[in-house]
């Protein structure tokens, strides 16, 4: 079984060739079988291309009933008979390239729809939809082939690039952004940063938060996250960075290319991420410190010194991966030694 | 003094014997009293019901003004005098069962705002209450008896059941909603998961999302909270879940009947949580685990493991909660002890 | 280079001694000089007036091009030849006050958009501006130049005092703000708390929130940050008390004057904070406890108990400072000792 026709409607069918093309794999024979979709191995049918993500599902595997599975050379020895073998060196990314063929990414369906508000000034390049209830700011530039959803919001005075989408609840503020952004729903860019001076006396006086959100080419921010504008000088998310949902990113903060931060991470004003850092989920990042380039942070973790490039930290503070482990394994055996006084712990 | 009739008005005034039967409770005498509202210990006047919700809260019962007390056996002797005691074996509940008498949820206005946006093929049962703004998408199907409140989106194709409700500016899409389904202000449910591959030049390539949400009867999810589509097949919350605020579901998470998902918790992709499971505030649960039914996780707690049935787990990384109380009991200890030198710690 | 004219024009040009008045500066000559914009130091051009925030800006300093610096007195020295120093006590707190001359807080312009819905006998007191598709409940009460921003609703019967600010999607529902109230983006004010009673068959009953939320004067709320309304009394925000995004206050929370409480921190139900204490970024609080008075809670610290005023305290469960720096040293010597045995650690 495919996807819901009635969320998803397959924009296939597809001959296996054009399949296996997708896929960069090989295959034997039956090039011109049809498929209708593509489905995970345990719901697929005889129509649908399933992929194999590794030992963990083997039992899935040769239990399948796909018409054609994605995988490395070596494991199609498990497939059932009847199903076609489609090798490849990634499964995975086949899978991702495949899936598109029936579910391409939604094109735009152009035109402004009669309750929305655009300002005075703003231009819509060809081939936009503009949604219910949208609201384009005066004197903004929408590239071509935008999608504006439902309800989102396009700050006076913003750029976008060519094919960028805005879910519906989006909002886009002080915000130049490059082509093919996307901001899912009830995303927020461009909010006031948490700005001010407390005086002696205990009063906050807010510092004028007047900078910029510069977002890069394909940088796509997850479902209610909500990146901050520079103080003064700009916040800037390099092309490719993909924010996950509810991820907070604080005023003047930079990353390079590709960089992944997971739900619910937080990174403090003013810090620096290089190319292709990771953040696992629920981490925080304190202000002012740089994380360099390909640099993993663990889940949960709390980074509050500098990280080099390359490193893996864990833990709350962060320490590098391998002292931590070795932590708390001691602390564990700690606690399961038998005490012998009251006063000091762990000897034996 | 009862709720703040501007917000709360009451749907009042109500017979004592008709609160002590709401109640389960058994109470002495005038059953004809008339009481006009709830209200907490310290502020409820004559015409109030108040509860009693433990020792905490003793100096406040026993200076009470209320009218009657809802409590249990063998309090009732801490009552001023002229306040009638309410007898019953739960408190907490029985209060809930008079609130809702004198406050029950608000029933729809039934009515289709000139505002709202209504999608091709869309059908609207009766008794529906469409607000400002509201968009309903082409073919969704609303049961009867619905709250689709101001700026709430429902998705093209989705299905609710009877007496769902959606309050301002939530958004349901990819979904099918059993009865009494309740999205709080600004959820988002069926937004598109955090699925990507990246290849080896580092570009991350998106896995179309192409599965639904599946929302089980009495399902709530709180306010800006967020429960991303299955990647392919379906993320399920079973009957009776309810999300706390700012709570992040990835996509195929799958939860059974009733499970409490409090303030600001993480359930990454993939991830089964039984019937009944507890996790408390702000505590992550890593993708692709199973976690029991009626296991506990603590606030802040990081699940990296399956949890057995019935396991409390506590700390990040998540231990049971044991062995965590006793390591940390260590620890403290560990540093609260003279330190002989300075190249290792805890000797004697 | 100041800020960019098309998202903050200035409103500047100013006079040397208006900008130093303003910063309560001291400086020598060129009273009439005239600058146009503030800008930092690194990006800032001779008409720019920028400061310096410490050591760590020194090299930033000693090369800058701005035409004036605010800084402390004895650090004039490290100017380049033709920028004028500035000299004053606090030079942060004097930059807000000088970029405030060039950008004020933006005043609304007054009128009603023409898709904007108003409640019955709501009144919308002068100088208001409400934007595109805003909805303003029944009865609501909207004090002299509020700015009410696109896709903001404001629940029937809800008070604003003056120049309050609902950024685009906000909402706030029973509620009782002061004057100068700001709610950013998607901010939500007066969810029903996350408040139910589990009967020994395992269902959720829902205890009707009847309580309001109360905002003193000059409370700002993050973007997408929740505020819950009190389950039955209020939940109140002291005066000045500041929300980071993403924050999340439970049910009946109570702070005192002048909070700060940063991005991705959840307060439980009924937990009790003094006047100016510090919560920094994903702390969380639990229940029913009290911290008191300029007590500081660390970033991802976990608050299980009361916390005395002026107290600071880190780590999950949160422990005083001090001691927690301890015993995370200790920890780390311990597991950079070497080992004598595998059964038991840390002994020599």
């Known amino acids: 079984m495919g996807a819901d026709p009635r969320f998803f409607p397959s924009a296939g069918p597809r001959r296996l060739a054009e399949i296996a093309a997708a896929a960069e794999a090989r295959f034997a024979g039956e090039a011109e079988r049809i498929f209708t979709d593509v489905a995970p191995l345990a719901l697929a049918g005889p129509e649908d291309v399933a992929f194999y993500e590794g030992r963990r599902h083997i039992a899935a595997l040769k239990a399948t009933r796909a018409g ?7 494991t199609e020895g498990d497939l059932p008979a009847g199903t076609i073998a489609l090798i490849c060196a990634a499964p995975q990314l086949a899978y991702a390239r495949v899936a598109a063929l029936f579910h391409p990414r939604p094109r735009p369906v152009p035109g402004i729809h009669p309750t929305a508000v655009v300002g005075e000034g703003a231009t819509i390049e060809e081939g936009c939809e503009i949604g219910p209830f949208a609201v384009i700011g005066a004197r903004a ?18 750029v976008l690039g060519a094919g960028c989408i805005l879910r519906s609840h989006a909002s886009l503020l002080h915000c130049l952004a490059g082509v093919a952004v996307v ?11 948490y700005g001010f001076v407390t005086t002696p006396m205990g009063e906050h006086v807010t510092v004028p938060q007047i900078g910029r959100v510069i977002l890069g080419d394909a940088v796509e921010i997850g479902v209610n996250a909500c990146v901050d504008r520079g103080a003064g000088g700009d916040t800037v998310l390099g092309p490719g960075t993909r924010l996950d949902n509810l991820v907070q990113i604080g005023h003047n903060v930079k990353t390079g290319r590709g960089c992944v931060i997971v739900a619910q991470v937080g990174i403090a004003g003013s810090a620096e991420l290089g190319d292709f850092v990771v953040v696992a989920a629920q981490a925080g990042v304190v202000g002012h410190i740089t994380v360099g380039s390909k640099a993993r ?22 320490w590098p991966a391998r002292e931590t482990m070795r932590a708390f394994a001691r602390l564990r055996q700690l606690a399961a030694a038998p005490k012998k006084d009251g006063t000091s712990g762990g000897s034996p």
Request: hydrophobic share 40%.
């Open 183 to 193: 901001l899912n729903e009830g995303a927020r860019v461009g909010g006031e940063g």
């Open 297 to 318: 942070v663990g889940a949960q973790a709390g980074v509050m010194n500098d990280v080099p490039p390359g490193t893996d930290v864990v833990g709350s503070p962060a």
């Open 141 to 158: 530039e929408i590239g071509p082939g935008c999608i504006i959803g439902p309800h989102a919001v396009v700050g006076d005075g913003c």
């Open 68 to 74: 054609a599975v994605l995988l490395p050379a070596g």
